[in-house]
């Protein structure tokens, strides 16, 4: 039998792994400086949340969720976005109810889907996501779209594309609902199997059909902007003044939807524009959800948030032709000639190590000149030398393997040494 990993997943090996660190690392200083705080979440949640709060209606919760029976009969699913498990634990741990609002989340990790896998489109793949719940002013929308495109822009980022939308309020939207019943009827029978249920169950999400894209009565379809009520439509200005204040550039598509049912009001999409993207050009999404926390038990509260995967910034990444400034060099390597000498070099990493430099040695048995090599592999800063000369001295050869340069430091003060060079190094 062979043990092949399952379709629309990965491996992320050294050499690659140090990209999703920098990137991690990065996203989190970004949340940092916004003052939004990490909340971690179990990777499986009653199926029951995704339901209510992604939505019956969409194909996340019909198509694609990873749902299981456990060993107690319970229905779980592996979450398949991050916003409905949020939306729980803030409802849970009454987080409503603390002084500091609104209350600012943020979350990296792995999420679910059942997809058809192609590039960018993984069945599982990792999320960084925020969300801000407790506010209804049109300034945190801002917020999070500022947060949003600098988590591109600050890898160096250019081609981008912020597409916003209003999806109005309750009323603006059951105004469009039903203009886009009486617009669509007539059409009913031409359209695919999926959108003749949607025309029922939720009209909205015709728009967003890839099979009847490109259905004459698409181009013609009422557009939710001119169903907007007066707090609505104020609503969407204000944003887009604030959006203007920043100097954040943005373009408004009245047809984006989004595939998740708990947006209202503001609703984007970053794309990405850079040549040979590939196909799927959407990097983020997000919008306010409005009314969510209330469908899973709490009380009226506002929120809105976004998400990236990291698979698709990595894309953006190398259409870009973006290299990430990883520092892969080892600080120390540890060359030992001889069985004493390996002794040493045992005890003194172990001393370096725990002060805090890094260092490796090597554990092959192998000569001099193998091991020099091993370093060189390593991209080392600095060689450390113990032979029979040095042993004897109680001293041991530093070579800095950028200049050439050695020194022969004592054993009792090669880590206060290493220390000092390390740090005028950088
Ligand atoms: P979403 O549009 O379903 O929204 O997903 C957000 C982002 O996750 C997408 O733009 C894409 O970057 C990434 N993504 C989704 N599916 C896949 C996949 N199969 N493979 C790789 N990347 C994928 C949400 O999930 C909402 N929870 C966002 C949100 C947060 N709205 C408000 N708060």
Not at 135 to 159: H, I, R
Request: include cysteine.
């Amino acid at each position: 039998m062979s043990m092949k990993l399952p379709r629309g997943t990965q491996d992320i090996l050294p050499g690659n792994s140090e990209k999703w660190q920098y990137i991690e690392e990065n996203l989190k200083d970004l949340c940092n400086r916004y003052n939004y705080k990490e909340i971690r979440t179990p990777l499986f949640e009653h199926t029951e949340l995704f339901q209510r709060g992604v939505g019956d209606t969409t194909d996340i919760v019909q198509k694609e969720m990873y749902t299981f029976e456990d060993r107690g009969g319970r229905s779980l699913t592996l979450r398949p976005e991050g916003t409905a498990s949020v939306v729980r634990s803030f409802v849970e741990n009454k987080l409503f109810g603390l002084p500091n609002q609104p209350t600012k989340l943020f979350y990296i990790g792995p999420m679910f889907r059942y997809e058809r896998p192609q590039q960018g489109r993984t069945r599982q793949f990792v999320q960084f996501g925020i969300e801000a719940l407790g506010s209804a002013d049109p300034g945190v929308d801002a917020e999070v779209l500022a947060l949003a495109m600098s988590a591109y822009q600050e890898f160096g980022l250019k081609s981008l594309k912020l597409v916003i939308n209003s999806l109005g309020d309750t009323e603006s939207r059951e105004s469009h609902r039903q203009a886009l019943v009486n617009h669509f009827d007539p059409h009913r029978e031409e359209l695919c199997a999926d959108c003749q249920v949607r025309l029922d169950k939720n009209p909205l999400r015709v728009l967003d059909c890839k099979k009847d894209r490109n259905h004459p009565a698409m181009a013609t379809a009422p557009s939710i902007l001119e169903h907007l009520n007066e707090y609505s439509r104020n609503y969407f200005e204000q944003v887009k003044a604030n959006l203007d204040t920043m100097g954040i550039n943005y373009v408004v598509d009245k047809n984006l939807v989004r595939g998740l049912d708990y947006y209202n009001h503001t609703a984007f999409e970053i794309m990405s524009d850079a040549e040979g993207f590939g196909a799927i050009t959407t990097l983020s999404g997000g919008g306010r959800y409005n009314g969510l926390v209330e469908e899973i038990g709490g009380p009226e509260t506002p929120g809105i948030g976004f998400a990236l995967s990291i698979e698709r910034l990595l894309m953006a990444l190398e259409a870009e032709g973006i290299e990430l400034p990883l520092d892969d060099a080892l600080d120390c390597y540890f060359i030992a000639i001889g069985e004493e000498a390996e002794k040493q070099a045992l005890k003194l990493t172990y001393e370096l190590r725990k002060s805090g430099i890094q260092v490796d040695k090597d554990y092959m048995q192998r000569k001099m000149k193998a091991q020099f090599k091993a370093a060189d592999r390593y991209n080392a800063k600095y060689v450390l030398i113990l032979g029979e000369n040095e042993l004897a001295e109680q001293k041991i050869n530093v070579k800095n393997m950028d200049t050439g340069d050695q020194v022969q430091i004592a054993f009792e003060n090669i880590t206060e040494h290493m220390k000092k060079e390390l740090a005028g190094g950088e």
